[in-house]
Structure formats: C-alpha cells, structure tokens
C-alpha cells in the first residue's frame, strides 16, 4: 500500500534482471572467450613442442658431427705419435750396428706404414673437419633462424587471439549494456516514485480512529448540595452518557493518547496471545476461555517459530572427527576416475560375452527344437521350451546390465576427459611441500585439515594415513618393456591401501605410467615390486 514498498519491490526486480544479464555475460565469457582461449592454448602447447623438438633433433645432429670430429681428432694424433716413434725406432736400428738387416727392413717398413696411417688420418680428420663446419654453419644460419622465426610467429599469432578474446569481452558488455541502463533507469524511476505525503495519508487512513475531541471539562462545585452529573466531554466518561460504575477505592483514569497501554489481564488472553475482544481494559473481567490450557499452550507452541540447531559448535571441536569408510559401489564410484572406467570396460566386456553366448545357445536350442519337431524319434520338442525361455530372460536381464554399464562408462570417460583438461590448466605446478612432512595422500577427515591449519610445526596425524583416500586400486598392470622414465621420491608415503606401494624419501623409482588426471602414478622399485604413489610427492624425469 506504500509508495516505498512498492518501490522497493520494483527495484528488487531490476536487481533480478539486472544479475540475469550479469549471467549472460558470464555464459557468454565462458563459452566464446574462456573456452576458445583454452583450446588454442592447447594448440600452440602443441606446435610449441613440435619447434622444440625439431630444434633438439637439429642440435642432436651437430653434437653427433662433433664427436665423430673429434674421434678422427683423436685417431690423427694417435697415429701420428705412432708414425713418429716407428720412424726412430727405425733409424736407430739402422744405426745399431749389432742390428741384423731383416730387423732394419722390418722396421723401415713398419715406419712406412705408420707413416701412411697417420696420412690417412690426417685427410680423414680434414674431411670430418670440413663437414662439421659446413653443419655448424647451417644449424645456426638456416635451422636456428627458422624455427626461431616460426616460435616469432606462433606467438604473435597467439596475442593476436588474445586480443581477439579482450575484443570479445568488451563486445559481450556492450551487449547487455542497453539492457543494464534501462535496469539502472528503472531503478531511479521506483526511487523517484516514492511519495512521502501519500504514505502518510495513507498510514493516516490505516489507523485513524474515528473519535471525536473531547470538549472542556466542566467544573465542580462540591460546596453545593447537588447532583452532579458526569460530563460527556471528559475522557474517563463512557460514550453513552451513563456514569461509569467504580468500586470503592478505585479513582477514575483519563484515556491519554500517548500514555502507555493497560495490560491485558492473564485471563482475558486469547490462544494467539491477543486480548480477547470481549475484553475491554475497564470492563468487567471476560469469562474463562473454552479451551483448556494445554490446548492454549499448543496453539501458543504452532505461533513459535522453531529454531534450527548450530553446528558451530562442531566446527571447533579437534577432538571430533569423522572418519569416512570408503563404500564399494556397483559402479566402481569409490574407485579413481581412470581405475574406475579400466573396471567398467572390463564389467561391460565381460557382459557382452555372456550376452553373446547366451545368444549363440538360444540359436542352438532353436535349431535342437526344429530338429526334434522333424525327427520326434530324437527328442521331445517340448522339453526344450524352460531352456530356451530361461535363455531369453538372461539374454533381457544382460542386454539391461549392458545398458546400464555403458552409461556408467560414458559418465567415467566424460570425467577422465574433463580431470585431464583441469591438470593441465589449474595444475601448473605441483602444491608446496609443508614445513616438516607431507599429509598422507589419503586423508580425508575435517579434523585432520583443521589441526594442520592451527599449527604447523605439529607433524602430521598419524591417524590419516590409516584412512586411504582408495582403498583398492586395479591390479591389472599392463606389462610394459620398459619404464617409460625415472623418478626420485621427494617425500615418505606409506603405501596402506590395496593398489599402493611404499616408497622413502629420496628413493629412485622407475616411472612405468604416467599419471591420467587422478593425482597417482605408477612406478616400480628397485627392489622389486610396482604400485601407485601420490605424483604430487615426486619429481619425475621422463626419458
């Protein structure tokens, strides 16, 4: 009924409208702008590392042209140091006179050969020479300037996009800017339109009494024998003329505007905890209510707005923790995303067999059937009919549990996918190590997190790497030929669920599988042995 209010709701509701384009902005960001940059990264992620990696296969290249330059190096100087010290063996026996001419035709001829070796040599070390020259000289004039050039490029066009994106965002804002001015607009109209006069006329109309002034009180001659009569125009005389009935010790109270309220009495309350409205202040006491009290009592308890309980009171507690016991699940949902699609490929294979095989006997037991309806002398025909129905309903039942798998494992993929895009773009570097030990991977408890945030020169709770975050893991390791890498465990990890290893800290691991976007690694041992370990705990070297 007040300008005010209505207002208020008015602008309540360009508020709403206002927050749906703030909405649209945000959906629009993310779709055209924050969606489309992140693909591209990926991209030039890509052609990035190709560059880089012919860049390595070129710098490959010439390191091997430099170690065959310097063998050839090496092999010139051996022999010449050869070549020399035949040559003085030679003329020493030459001039030994002790010497037999075969032992001097011998050595002059080994001179000689060593003298040709090292010539050979010499022009092979001068042709290794002229080549790694020549390479040298084509790496960094024609390879290092081209694919510094395409590295310029990649990343011009890469802020070039990006610039795109900024243009994208100012586009997605002018968009909804008529619409946020005109949300704006009728903002200020429902703050102009409140009416401060009108409200009053109509809190006035609310709430007007309809009593007359009273008029002046008269006075009262008690001096004289006469009958006095009330005056109409006093406050404490009832409106109907008749003089008001008072008790003896009882004095008449004027009904001032702005005094304060008479208390009703106890027994003139209604069950709503108003006064009764054959209740007047003055008036004689109302008669007993027809409910009993404990119908009172539960009308006053329905009026009672019931309060909910705090858990502040949880929050704050170290000593209360809940342990959470992990719960197999038909689904493999207790499973890691990667370990559980692994798990539901292999249900959903398996499933197919059965299908299939319950298929291929529903076909034999046809067959069987036509074959004893032509030839009765084999068989009854319909001795097979509970075979063959027990086969169409295992043959529903496993089309239903293949249904069921597939879109378990469509929901499993989906997540694998969108845990691997999270890594690689919220996952940039691994989380800092704490000051004294790392948490164990597993824990899971609220307790455990609040007791690490109060103090951190505490070690971490032993309970928490008695509570794994997995509690089994597939076992099914493919076998590979060879690691694909090597790794050094940065911290301790207890290896307490089924799936996991342990490992020390400072330990050299070989990395057999690299981790999917679960925040595990597979590795393996020198001792023996291969399991998953956290990937935040190590520093892994691929080959």
């Given amino acids: 009924r007040f300008s005010q209010q209505q ?49 390595r296969r070129a710098q490959q290249q010439l390191e091997s042209g430099f170690k065959q330059l310097e063998n050839s190096k090496r092999k010139f100087e051996r022999d010449c140091r050869e070549a020399e010290k035949a040559a003085q063996t030679a003329e020493r026996l030459d001039q030994d006179i002790n010497a037999t001419k075969a032992d001097v035709e011998k050595a002059k001829q080994q001179a000689h050969l060593r003298s040709h070796m090292a010539e050979e040599s010499k022009n092979e070390y001068a042709a290794q020479l002229q080549r790694f020259n020549r390479d040298q000289a084509h790496f960094y004039f024609s390879q ?34 008529p619409i946020i001015t005109k949300c704006l607009e009728g903002m200020k109209v429902a703050a102009a339109a409140v009416d401060s006069k009108n409200d009053s006329q109509v809190l006035i109309e609310l709430n007007k009494s309809g009593f007359a002034r009273p008029g002046d009180v008269e006075f009262e001659d008690f001096s004289q024998p006469m009958n006095r009569t009330h005056s109409d125009s006093s406050l404490g005389t009832p409106s109907d003329g008749r003089p008001e009935l008072r008790g003896p010790g009882r004095s008449r109270a004027k009904r001032w505007p702005f005094g304060k309220k008479n208390k009703p009495h106890p027994q003139s309350l209604s069950p709503l905890g108003g006064p009764l409205p054959s209740a007047l202040p003055n008036g004689p ?31 704050g507690s170290r000593g209360l923790s809940f342990h959470l016991q992990t719960v197999v699940t038909e689904d493999f949902s207790h499973l890691p995303p990667e370990q559980q699609r692994k798990r539901l490929q292999q249900q959903l294979e398996e ?16 067959k069987m059937k036509d074959v004893y309806e032509k030839t009765p002398q084999m068989g009854d025909p319909t ?25 378990w494992l469509a929901e499993a993929e989906s997540r694998v996918l969108s845990n691997r895009g999270d890594s690689l773009s919220r996952h940039t570097r691994p989380p800092d190590p704490p000051a004294s030990a790392p948490p164990d991977s597993s824990s899971s408890s609220n307790s455990g997190s609040q007791e690490n945030k109060e ?25 590979s030929a060879s690691p694909i890498g090597h790794c050094v465990a940065i911290y301790h990890f207890e290896g ?37 370990v956290p990937t935040s705990y190590l520093r892994v070297t691929l080959n």
């Fill in 7 to 55: 207002s208020f709701v008015q602008i309540l509701q360009e508020v709403n409208d206002f927050a749906g384009q703030r909405e649209l902005v945000a959906e629009n960001l993310s779709v055209h702008v924050c969606l489309e940059l992140a693909k591209y990264s990926q991209e030039m992620k890509q052609e990035r590392k190709m560059h880089f990696q012919e860049g």
């Fill in 144 to 177: 290092m300037p081209q694919i510094f050039d395409k590295l310029q490029d990649m990343d011009e066009r890469r802020a070039t996009h990006l610039g795109a994106g900024y243009g994208l965002l100012s586009e997605a804002e002018l968009q909804v800017l």
């Fill in 285 to 315: 006491p109302s008669p007993r209510s027809g409910l009993d009290p404990l119908a009172i009592l539960s009308e006053l308890s329905k009026s009672v707005k019931p309060r909910l309980a705090s858990f502040r009171s949880f929050r």
């Fill in 351 to 366: 499933r197919n067999r059965e299908l299939q095989k319950e298929i291929d006997q529903r076909e034999a037991l046809k």
């Fill in 383 to 407: 001795s097979l009919e509970p075979q063959i129905a027990e086969t169409l309903n295992n043959i529903e039942r496993l089309k239903l549990e293949v249904q069921k798998y597939e879109a």
């Fill in 455 to 479: 103090s951190s020169e505490e070690p971490p709770l032993e309970e928490g790497q008695d509570t794994p975050i997995y509690t089994e893991f597939d076992e099914d390791f493919e076998e």
């Fill in 496 to 532: 307490s669920s089924e799936g996991t290893i342990s490992m020390a800290e400072g330990e050299d691991l070989s990395l057999m599988e690299e981790d999917k976007g679960d925040g595990w690694t597979r590795v393996r041992r020198k001792q023996g042995g291969e399991g998953y």
